[in-house]
């Protein structure tokens, strides 16, 4: 059987649609010879009769109309991918591939995604929800153009843009005996009720240091989660001393908050922009991270706890 072209299917769709050989041979440019030939090959090479020849009328066999409606959406796909290469090679369109954290997706991803998709309509952006970690797995191989995430400067293999500082906050209840200091020393914090963050968010990641760094061990961990919200409101209650990083705070909250020390100095580190060093930067990625750098320079999450002295 010789396999099927798309120029015996443009041929097959003209004689069908017109049910007339000499109206599709005028449509395609050909003599009528020529497309009655093509269309007695293509029934001798599938096997089955594509028309009724009832004197100068043809009609459409039952399977003639079932693979005319699959002829014309082969051929629509084929205009659609000759389009979109098209456009690929001009320029005029791409794919951009984003990843981002929860955190980012519930606060400042979206209106700044939206702002950038009115700019660009012509790109295409598909957005992968992820931790820290599998943001870096899936840039470095290749799955993701750019990643939204803390930052990863240690790391040889990725570029980064910082976009704004995160600060380690500790929410204390009013009532609290450590509520009337200005700060918490990760000392404090050794035999306190604590209320944390899943292992491996960046508060953790952040407050596990410090403490490796001092030689302590916290003691007392009521709770872990993945929201915010639910370890705030258990603080504000007096449940224990919520832990998270200050972007965190979507409003804020009926207690104390106070930045989280190591021997004097702020814990904190940098929400950024990342992108595989090694790719070429394109011009989607760059306009994209200019646009985030722009819009967090004139707001972004958790600034009212953004304490000064940061890394």
């Not at 990760?186 to 952040?206: I, K, N």
């Not at 224990?240 to 580190?269: D, F, Q």
């Not at 991270?289 to 304490?307: D, I, L, N, S």
Request: with cysteine; glycine share 6%.
């Amino acid at each position: 059987m010789t396999p099927l072209t798309l120029a015996d299917l443009r041929v097959f769709c003209a004689v069908a649609e017109t049910l007339s050989v000499t109206q599709a041979a005028q449509l395609l440019y050909r003599t009528q010879p020529a497309v009655s030939r093509q269309i007695a090959e293509m029934e001798k090479d599938l096997g089955v009769s594509l028309f009724f020849r009832r004197g100068r009328r043809l009609e459409l066999t039952p399977a003639g109309e079932e693979l005319l409606g699959r002829s014309q959406a082969l051929l629509e796909d084929a205009g659609d991918l000759t389009k979109r290469a098209q456009q690929l090679a001009t320029g005029n369109t791409s794919v951009l591939r984003i990843g981002a954290m929860a955190s980012a997706l519930e606060s400042f991803f979206p209106s700044l995604l939206l702002a950038f998709a009115r700019e660009w309509p012509n790109v295409t952006i598909r957005v992968v929800e992820a931790d820290a970690p599998e943001l870096v797995h899936l840039l470095e191989t290749g799955q993701l153009d750019l990643a939204l995430t803390r930052d990863y400067m240690t790391s040889p293999t990725l570029a980064t843009t910082r976009l704004f500082p995160m600060s380690l906050i500790a929410v204390v209840a009013a009532s609290h005996r450590l509520a009337g200091k200005e700060t918490l020393g990760v000392q404090d914090l050794e035999r306190e009720p604590l209320l944390l963050m899943h292992p491996g968010s960046a508060s953790r990641v952040l407050l596990s240091r410090a403490c490796q760094a001092e030689g302590l061990t916290l003691r007392d961990i009521r709770m872990e989660s993945r929201t915010t919200n639910a370890l705030v409101t258990l603080a504000e209650g007096g449940f224990g001393i919520a832990v998270a990083m200050s972007t965190l705070l979507s409003h804020p909250p009926k207690a104390r908050v106070m930045p989280v020390h190591l021997r004097g100095e702020h814990l904190g580190i940098w929400y950024s922009a990342i992108w595989l060093r090694r790719r070429t930067v394109s011009i989607h990625v760059d306009a994209f991270v200019k646009a985030a750098r722009q819009r967090m320079k004139e707001h972004f999450p958790g600034e009212g706890y953004a304490f000064p002295g940061l890394p």
